[in-house]
């Protein structure tokens, strides 16, 4: 796989030919889960976590020493549509609160042991009113790609992806949409806190988005391009790389799912090594999740992006790789199994 896409059809044929996984390391996990001092099943989702992270990480050792989280920051032109109760200055003014370290992921990484790094994708520039035209050029949309792509680090044991950006619950409503049906109303939330008459404008630009770019759904990477953003590009280009890499990744709330989803639109197994950290409060999130057949693993009622969910679920995943990696077996323990029933 390329290290950039220089054209749409690279990045195509990267989203489809996938590294499948690690199928002996997932087969060697199960094996290992079984003999366990455990009833079998007994910790429910963390066995299918621990059996996920040794499936994607290119055979390396199940540590979860290293977990990243990293922020994509985007502006967009759909704004001007009245979409949301907040001024783009707001995603600037946050992404310097993150730096200072005020904001809420900023204590959440802490607590979850990560590194948060932020990154602005296009320089913050907005991409133009999707209403009215294309979100973003091929050039522009692939260098967005690749600025996340390339924002991967292969060391990490695990990914945390998350999004600020005023106005990207209108653009991953909209995108929802066009690759997976569906009306405004249908996919339209209240973002980061819009009024009866905003999530009415919102649902209207939603709407006149699909209808002036209809039919792109049959190609997943033009719905990005047209109905997408900078950030959620980039969030896409990093999905990618973490597959290539063996990186796991934790995906966020509502924005950060949609922006995933054209992978898992151009292949049917394209976000295999991800997961939905947390099911979002935004109305479309639970549509999407069930659009994807994924299982968020928390559900918490938040609303806030910025890898929030993302960095509140990773010590889950942490929790699931020390009790695979650390705990003993029924051998080594002198625990009898439960097929010694008969035993004294
Ligand atoms: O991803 C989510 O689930 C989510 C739900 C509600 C709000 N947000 C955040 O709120 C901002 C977008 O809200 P809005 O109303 O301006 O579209 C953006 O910075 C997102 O990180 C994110
Ligand atoms: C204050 C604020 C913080 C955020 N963090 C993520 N999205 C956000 C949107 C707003 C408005």
């Given at each position: 796989m390329p290290e950039s896409f220089p054209t749409l059809a690279a990045l195509r044929d990267a989203a489809t030919s996938l590294w499948s996984g690690d199928a002996e390391a997932e087969a060697r996990a199960i094996a290992r889960d079984h003999i366990l001092t455990k009833p079998p099943g007994s910790l429910g989702r963390l066995e299918s976590i621990a059996r996920w992270h040794a499936r994607w990480r290119?055979?390396?050792?199940?540590?979860?020493?290293r977990i990243d989280v990293i922020v994509f920051a985007g502006n967009h032109g759909v704004v001007a549509q009245g979409?949301?109760?907040?001024?783009?200055a707001v995603t600037a003014q946050m992404v310097g609160n993150f730096r200072n370290g005020g904001a809420a992921i900023n204590q959440l990484s802490r607590v979850a042991g990560a590194t948060l790094r932020v990154v602005e994708v296009a320089g913050l520039a907005p991409t133009s009113d999707f209403t009215t035209g294309p979100a973003m050029d091929e050039t522009a949309f692939l260098a967005a790609v690749d600025l996340g792509y390339a924002s991967v680090s292969p060391e990490a044991d695990l990914l945390c992806l998350g999004e600020m950006g005023i106005g990207n619950t209108t653009v991953a409503a909209t995108l929802s949409a066009g690759l997976f049906g569906g009306s405004g109303t249908e996919w339209a939330g209240r973002g980061a806190g819009i009024d009866d008459e905003g999530l009415a404008r919102k649902a209207r630009a939603i709407d006149a988005a699909l209808s002036l770019h209809g039919g792109v759904a049959s190609d997943p990477l033009e719905a990005a391009r047209r109905l997408g953003g900078y950030e959620l590009a980039a969030i896409m280009g990093a999905t990618l790389a973490a597959r290539r890499h063996g990186v796991p990744v934790l995906l966020d709330g509502f924005v950060c799912t949609a922006a995933a989803a054209p992978l898992a639109r151009l292949a049917p197994d394209g976000l295999d090594h991800a997961l939905l950290s947390h099911r979002s409060a935004e109305a479309g999130h639970t549509r999407l999740a069930v659009a994807l057949g994924m299982e968020p693993l928390l559900d918490l009622g938040l609303r806030l992006g910025e890898a929030s969910g993302a960095a509140l679920a990773a010590p889950l995943v942490r929790a699931a790789v020390a009790c695979h990696a650390g705990m003993a077996t029924f051998d080594s323990a002198g625990v009898a199994t439960g097929d010694d029933a008969s035993a004294p």
């Open positions: 290119r055979g390396r050792p199940m540590t979860m020493e979409v949301s109760a907040w001024p783009s």
